[in-house]
């Protein structure tokens, strides 16, 4: 693809911030500006589109780069100054400029779904909008930063060399288990370090954000979060019946793979450095060696379905908007970044060559096609997705690309393992997923609880989601913590169960790929270009699916998985 920034109608082609006032005098112009016609109504919604484009791509890039090297002072520094010197100023403008659309007599001119939606969103904002919270917030996006920070150092030595703790994951999977065991402590160990570190920021932010919501007019952050992500499909109430269902249909079949495990490996219990062996004794799948490899591999798989999507890869690569490989001081964890612009977006993970890091590879590509197909959207607003949305683009491509999974396991077995691997997480996913979000409505329902509070309310929790197929003797305090590994929970508060539904999502657009699976892959397009011009069941509709997260639903897709898994077996 031949990929160029849009021409600018607003702002210099050659716009650069290294200060607020740089910034400011295009937030005024739009302030100022008189809008006496509908057309003129619509060339001021476009040029605030575009500043809106240009700055998000601007702190993104910051973002990115600070995430790649956590290290380097400056980089930290340089995200660190938008946050906080342009980000609170932005948002007085932004609230006076959502009141001037708001109560524009042109925008019922404006009648079709996207822009019903996009003015929805900006009553929102409106209505959310509180001049007390504009440092709380600059405060919180710093505070959140020092998660990464925290969790980007640490690090183990084993055999002489220093290593990620995503790379030492990988050795959790080998056959020697006194080689598990003290992988498992010496990360044991050092996240120990970090505890009490972890435990007071976070405290902290409860209490931030919890005191926004407040200035908002709210009862708790729970319910100010729902309004503020846009929750206008769902309620909390839907939330609580995902748990449920997850807790009666996909448990009891955890707790049967938990059993098979354990009777394979010779033991009553599993210990906490079992959960990722082969329970055969079969050495870990290493799908590829390297970082470019993976790439290539991806883009054959991806070429193969339909040769868009292997553009869409190639295209990144050459513009350098990939950044693979695990190495010393680079942030955890994988996303892809929207970059609103230039439309073309940038891949983050942290590979080491396991199956996991291709899956997360494809996960991310999904994520990324979709950027690409709604580039072309009239408005930045409408390329801003519901994660719910979102999310079903990355987790249907993991599933789709599966009979393609041959170019990464020429070894038949290899193949099937893989699937099964694939399955079974799966089903691991969506209870931790529950439980993410279960413990969330407490923590902001009950924002005032100490730290003993939270340890004992997480445990009660995860015994609720919990297959009681895992011996923790000896290692409680490992578990009393395990959430502090979940970076949604510092960084993105209620940001997870869109995970959970749109798996259920995903797992209903693979059914329904095996009866015609081109038929499948258009329509999955066809949902992806609408970006959000369309409330979520409706794009959901679109991908030939239905945006249900019931019992029912989840009880057929259940029974969905353990016939693919039977079948695989």
Not at 158 to 165: A, F, P, S
Request: aromatic share 12%.
């Amino acid at each position: 693809m031949n990929i160029e920034r849009p021409e600018r109608h607003f702002l210099p082609e050659n716009f650069t911030i290294d200060n607020w006032e740089t910034v400011e005098k295009y937030f005024i112009d739009l302030e100022e500006r008189s809008i006496d016609s509908p057309s003129a109504f619509k060339r001021w919604l476009l040029d605030q589109s575009e500043l809106e484009a240009v700055l998000a791509e601007n702190v993104a890039w910051r973002y990115i780069k600070m995430t790649i090297n956590t290290k380097d002072e400056d980089l930290a520094k340089d995200y660190t100054f938008f946050v906080k010197e342009i980000q609170p100023k932005i948002a007085p403008y932004a609230f006076r400029l959502n009141k001037k659309l708001s109560e524009s007599s042109f925008k019922k001119e404006f009648k079709d779904e996207a822009y019903k939606i996009y003015f929805r969103s900006v009553d929102t904002e409106i209505r959310l909008f509180c001049e007390n919270n504009i440092p709380l917030q600059a405060e919180m996006a710093e505070k959140s930063q020092r998660f990464s920070a925290i969790s980007g150092a640490q690090s183990i030595e084993h055999d002489g060399e220093r290593m990620t703790m995503q790379k030492a994951a990988t050795l959790l999977k080998e056959n020697d288990e006194e080689l598990r065991k003290a992988v498992f402590e010496k990360m044991a160990d050092r996240r120990a370090d970090d505890v009490e570190a972890l435990d007071e920021l976070f405290t902290e932010l409860v209490q931030l954000r919890h005191q926004i919501a407040q200035n908002a007019g709210f009862d708790n952050y729970r319910d100010y979060k729902f309004e503020e992500l846009g929750r206008f499909d769902y309620t909390k109430e839907d939330c609580f019946e995902f748990h449920q269902s997850i807790k009666d249909e996909i448990v009891p079949l955890m707790r049967e793979i938990a059993l098979a495990k354990a009777e394979k490996m010779g033991k009553e219990k599993l210990k906490p450095w079992d959960g990722d062996v082969d329970p055969d004794g079969k050495k870990p799948l290493k799908p590829f060696e390297e970082g470019q490899q993976l790439l290539q591999k991806t883009i054959a798989i991806f070429d193969n379905i339909d040769p868009y999507f292997g553009d869409c890869l190639k295209t990144m690569d050459e513009m350098g908007h990939l950044d693979l490989e695990s190495k010393d001081g680079k942030s955890p964890g994988g996303y892809n970044y929207p970059l609103y612009e230039i439309g073309v977006p940038f891949i983050f993970m942290n590979a080491v060559g396991s199956h996991r890091d291709m899956i997360t590879m494809v996960h991310e590509g999904g994520h990324a096609i979709h950027s690409f197909l709604n580039r072309d959207l009239e408005l930045t607003a409408f390329k801003s997705l519901p994660s719910e949305v979102a999310e079903l683009s990355s987790m249907s491509m993991e599933l789709l690309t599966m009979d393609d999974w041959s170019v990464f396991y020429e070894d038949q077995d290899d193949l099937q393992r893989a699937k099964i691997e694939q399955l079974e997480t799966i089903l691991k996913i969506l209870p931790w997923v529950a439980t993410i979000d279960e413990f969330q409505h407490w923590i902001y329902t009950n924002p005032h609880h100490s730290v003993e509070e939270r340890k004992s309310k997480w445990l009660a929790i995860l015994k609720d989601y919990g297959t009681g197929m895992t011996d923790w003797t000896g290692y409680e305090s490992v578990q009393e913590n395990t959430w502090q590994r979940q970076l949604h929970l510092f960084e993105v508060p209620f940001y997870y169960i869109e995970y959970g539904m749109a798996q259920l999502g995903a797992l209903a657009v693979w059914k329904k790929s095996k009866s015609d699976f081109n038929k499948t892959i258009e329509a999955y397009k066809q949902a992806l270009s609408l970006g959000y011009t369309q409330s979520i069941p409706e794009i959901y509709k679109t991908a030939g699916i239905t945006f249900d997260f019931s019992r029912k639903n989840i009880s057929e897709l259940a029974a969905f998985i353990q016939k693919e898994l039977d079948a695989v077996r």
